[in-house]
């Protein structure tokens, strides 16, 4: 009988053992599991510092010999944005597009919203030249001062001016109207770009 109670001793501290063992091993593979996420967004990162270092020497070689990206490529100009509501976001994409082409001459926002005025026509123009007129003025509100020397602001007041007020709202009821009239791939493009307005 003694034999049965060391046989059942030894048989319940084995498998508290193998338990231990198990839980250990759970730990270990969770930990490896975080492990190699942390390598992986380091990885990542180190790309995109990579990236950015070559973007960086690209354009230093470029200042080097004189020249900035735009110079060489000669990459058109963003279309004049007259007001229409459905091309201002594609406009301020184009000029933050262009604005990379030239990071020496466009390389503050003063400069960003200067050029900026040259693209503007019609009512945006209408709109944009007594701001101008009164910065150059003596007499500068602090918001005039703000639209010309912060190009997200300048952007903002744009938007808010002459963009979609409920952006977000008019997306989900498109995307609630949106219905498949051609290929898979044109409707999924539909609904990625609407799904991006919503967020």
């Known amino acids: 009988m003694d034999e049965d109670n060391s046989d059942s001793s030894s048989s319940s501290n084995n498998d508290a053992e193998v338990k231990l063992l198990r839980e250990q091993i759970l730990q270990l593979q969770e930990h ?8 992986a967004t380091t990885t990542n990162l180190m ?26 490529l000669k990459p058109p100009a963003p279309e004049m944005f007259d007001g229409i509501q ?5 406009f301020v994409t184009q000029l933050r597009v262009h604005f990379n082409y030239f990071p020496v001459t466009l390389n503050t926002n003063k400069r960003r919203v200067t050029y900026t ?17 009164e910065y150059l003025s003596r007499h500068r509100s602090q918001r005039t001062i703000s639209i010309i020397t912060n190009f997200d602001y300048f952007v903002e007041v744009l938007h ?40």
Not at 48 to 69: D, I, K
């Open 86 to 90: 459905a091309k201002l976001q594609g």
């Open 47 to 72: 790309g995109q510092q990579a990236a950015q270092n070559a973007n960086l020497q690209a354009q230093a070689q470029a200042v080097a010999n004189g020249r900035e990206p735009g110079t060489l």
């Open 117 to 133: 005025h040259s693209q503007l026509k019609g009512s945006t123009l209408d709109w944009f030249e007594p701001v101008i007129r």
């Open 32 to 39: 490896l599991a975080t492990m190699q996420q942390e390598i």
């Open 160 to 199: 808010q001016t002459f963009g979609i007020q409920d952006k977000k709202h008019k997306a989900e009821h498109e995307i609630n109207l949106l219905t498949q009239t051609g290929s898979a791939s044109v409707f999924s493009t539909k609904y990625l770009q609407l799904l991006a307005k919503t967020s």
